[in-house]
């Protein structure tokens, strides 16, 4: 019996793209290079924002060299940091899926490749009184797809209610490549959302097996 619902942060239960494409724009035009569109912004999420900051780099000034990068992703972090919660809300329909979930004695986590007082800020922004836990990325825990942030979830869930929760009743639920495989690499069922970063046609290629097309859908398939 499935208890415990861990969620990807960025493109499934918040549209984060706004604020993470008008950092990363911020900190390019801080190093004298042209910003991209948003939707290469988007393509490049999902796996941390040093890929995205990387990506971004190397597609304003393809001979940019480590140097720039590093100054550009500094100041993107230290922005972002700052501006997090400018644009970012959740997506229609979350805040009840969240209160539904509390409402049927789930437990839930998220487990997100965004910097951690970053994440800190938006679980107590939006979640503080719907989901038990929230693990951002730091130096101590590797970034999906490894397992790592999901057994610390794990681990924090089981700290905090006293009792040893199990893989077996546990589901992950994540809108990109990066989440599948992140759910493979931690033995878990995968629920895949079609209204993040990755359209549906792309999340069959990549192999999800089960797609919802909004948050109300999700307990059909629990």
């Known amino acids: 019996m499935m208890t415990t619902v861990i969620f ?36 490049y999420l999902g796996n941390g924002i040093r890929r995205l900051v990387e990506s971004s780099v190397e597609q304003s000034k393809p001979d940019a060299d480590e140097a720039l990068t590093e100054r550009v992703f500094e100041t993107f972090r230290a ?12 997506y229609e329909g979350i805040p009840e899926l969240l209160k539904e979930c509390k409402k049927r004695g789930l437990f839930t986590a998220i487990v997100s490749n965004k910097l951690a007082p970053a994440v800190q800020d938006l679980h107590r922004a939006f979640f503080a009184d719907t989901i038990d836990v929230a693990i951002g990325e730091t130096p101590t825990v590797k970034r999906k797809p490894a397992p ?24 992950y639920v994540g809108d990109s490549e990066v989440d599948l495989q992140t759910a493979k690499n931690s033995a878990l069922p995968c ?31 629990l």
């Open 8 to 43: 990807d942060l960025d493109g499934t239960l918040m549209n984060t793209l706004d604020d993470l494409h008008d950092s990363v724009s911020y900190a390019l035009r801080e190093a004298g290079l042209e910003p991209n569109p948003k939707q290469d912004t988007r393509r």
């Open 79 to 90: 922005y972002y940091v700052e501006h997090s919660m400018d644009k970012t809300a959740p």
């Open 148 to 171: 790592d942030m999901v057994d610390e979830a794990i681990r924090q869930l089981s700290q905090l209610h006293g009792r040893q929760f199990e893989k077996s009743e546990c589901v």
């Open 191 to 221: 629920i895949a959302v079609s209204w993040g970063f990755r359209d549906r046609e792309f999340l069959v290629e990549q192999g999800a097996k089960a797609i919802i097309d909004k948050p109300s859908e999700l307990f059909e398939n």
